[in-house]
């Protein structure tokens, strides 16, 4: 059955009646800003290593915090994917509709020309990776994440999957420009799945070249990282390199065709299993494949569901519902709009993946759209809840073909409940904003007013309605039980992040570095690091301030 979604056209509940709370984000920091002041606050080579020791073996351990100075003991390893999940017969590396696998093993393509390193993150390079900084000076390093040589031991692989894109089954996917090099285990026991992207051809390029260009590259390194610090959940990246080898794009599909750089951005995730990784297998009917699947998942990532468990597979939706609903009210808790909410971009594991066409919404607009090629604005910022539950709804009839009619029932009542979950996370991020304590009735009218009428405006304590509004918040802390000024301050600043990263932030440092300029790259990365805290860098370059004239026009698209 399809599960009754109870939404309004742009709001996420039944009940609410301001559905401005949907469509809200904290780049309002004039609002915040003042409600925090005191009294009112071809094919890699494989590089030879001398050993594969594994890292217990060189003395490891949790309550050690020791770091590699290379990577001649480093090892990744793809046996725990491959001993359970099957993988493609098919060795050679060529366009073509693949069955009955879940990876197909291809080899990253090298660049030809020579290849420098934009920027690293030193924090998944030594907090995920159990390497030490200098690491990244090194040419092993260099060969490594650019694609060039592959661990010993490692063999790279890519991933076959499906997925609704804008709302239309577009069959056969997967990865078509990423190279999953392996796993990684680190010294907190943590197993880290490593991939290139941007590293070459592999048999699910359709009519790509395998290549990313730097453009997008220096986007999804940085905001990889800057959601990280947010607190949002996402994939991270640990390195972006870029060649001088040419890559042709008609970035807005207008037949305005340029060259560009050639770069590969070293991404880490727990997993890189997504809706579509499951879709792909219902819609060929590959049912035991999609067990397998299931169950792989759940014993690796879902420890609170017994995989021997009868209702097993509900018991994971039950979750994924829940987190999915979460990630998604936090997106919109600092106006994040992803761009592009295909099914084969909403990880399995509800982070954040796929960085492509995404912006922050600079002012109140609830049909912001980033992404110049969502010609229908289905993506706009006012439907990525609705999205979500579409998104949902595609993992369910992938379930259904492994459900008995009660769980069937089961997982569609679980379904109908994720608007509420919704619903009351987004409320619970807000209030937080606003320094509120407990529950009162009229919180949700009152976020919501601030936000619908005074979004948007440069000057908001001269609006007509502002002391009107501040003498009901003013009345709505005094009901905050054992709180104080002070303390309230204390909260808010930690939920209200002073910098995202816009859109014209990105583009800005996106031509310094395609004239190889890394410099506000860099900048960007050290400040995005820090996004709750103010920085005399950020505010001298205008990071805190309405976007500059010449970012009027600005666009992005799916070309990249």
Not at 55 to 79: I, K, M
Not at 137 to 145: K, P
Not at 237 to 260: C, T
Request: hydrophobic letters at 40%; aromatic letters at 10%.
């Amino acid at each position: 059955m399809t599960p009754r979604s109870g939404f309004p056209s742009c709001c996420l509940t039944p009940r609410l009646q301001t559905p401005q709370l949907l469509l809200c984000c904290v780049t309002c920091h004039a609002v915040l800003c003042s409600l925090v002041q005191p009294g009112l606050e071809a094919r890699a080579r494989l590089v030879h290593l001398p050993s594969n020791r594994s890292n217990q073996e060189q003395g490891y351990c949790e309550t050690e915090a020791r770091l590699a100075s290379s990577l001649d003991f480093w090892t990744l390893s793809s046996e725990n994917l491959m001993a359970v999940l099957p993988v493609d017969p098919v060795k050679e590396n060529y366009v073509r509709k693949v069955k009955n696998c879940i990876f197909s093993i291809a080899f990253p393509t090298p660049f030809k020309s020579r290849v420098r390193l934009v920027a690293v993150s030193k924090e998944v390079l030594e907090d995920i990776l159990d390497l030490d900084l200098s690491v990244s000076e090194t040419d092993a390093f260099i060969q490594l994440v650019s694609g060039e040589k592959i661990v010993f031991g490692s063999i790279p692989l890519t991933h076959r999957y499906g997925g609704h894109q804008f709302g239309i089954w577009a069959d056969q996917l997967g990865d078509g420009r990423a190279h999953l090099l392996g796993i990684y285990r680190n010294r907190q026991g943590e197993k880290w799945e490593l991939q290139l992207k941007g590293s070459g051809k592999t048999p699910y390029s359709r009519n790509g070249d395998g290549r990313a260009v730097l453009r997008s590259s220096v986007r999804e390194f940085l905001c990889s990282e800057a959601m990280h610090y947010l607190g949002i959940p996402t994939s991270r990246a640990a390195s972006l390199v870029v060649s001088d080898d040419e890559v042709w794009r008609d970035q807005f599909y207008n037949g305005n065709i340029v060259k560009e750089r050639g770069a590969v951005v070293l991404r880490v995730a727990k997993s890189w299993f997504r809706i579509g990784s499951l879709e792909i297998l219902a819609h060929y009917g590959e049912l035991d494949l999609l067990r397998s699947l299931l169950d792989f998942i759940i014993q690796e990532h879902f420890p609170s569901v017994n995989v021997q468990e009868p209702n097993r597979y509900v018991d994971f939706f039950s979750i994924v519902v829940s987190e999915t609903a979460q990630l998604i009210a936090l997106w919109m808790s600092v106006g994040f709009a992803h761009g592009v909410c295909n099914t084969d971009n909403f990880s399995l594991l509800s982070i954040t993946i796929d960085y492509g066409p995404f912006g922050f919404m600079e002012a109140y607009n609830p049909d912001f759209v980033p992404n110049t090629s969502d010609d229908e604005r289905r993506y706009k910022i006012g439907n990525q809840a609705n999205i979500g539950m579409f998104n949902l709804n595609k993992l369910l009839q992938a379930l259904n073909l492994l459900l008995d009619r009660g769980q069937k029932h089961l997982a569609a009542q679980i379904l109908e409940e994720y608007p509420i979950l919704y619903y009351t996370r987004f409320t619970e991020l807000f209030k937080a904003k606003l320094g509120l304590l407990g529950e009162r009735k009229g919180d949700g009218d009152l976020i919501a007013f601030l936000l619908h009428q005074f979004w948007a405006l440069k000057m908001i304590s001269k609006h007509q309605l502002f002391p009107a509004w501040v003498s009901q918040y003013l009345l709505r802390l005094k009901s905050n039980i054992n709180d104080s000024d002070s303390e309230r301050r204390k909260r808010m600043t930690t939920v209200n992040p002073k910098y995202v990263l816009k859109n014209w932030m990105a583009e800005s440092a996106v031509q310094k570095a395609e004239r190889n300029d890394f410099s506000e790259v860099h900048l960007l990365q050290q400040i995005l690091q820090h996004p709750f805290q103010k920085h005399s860098a950020a505010e001298k370059a205008g990071y805190s301030s309405p976007p500059p004239a010449w970012a009027e026009g600005l666009r992005v698209s799916c070309s990249s």
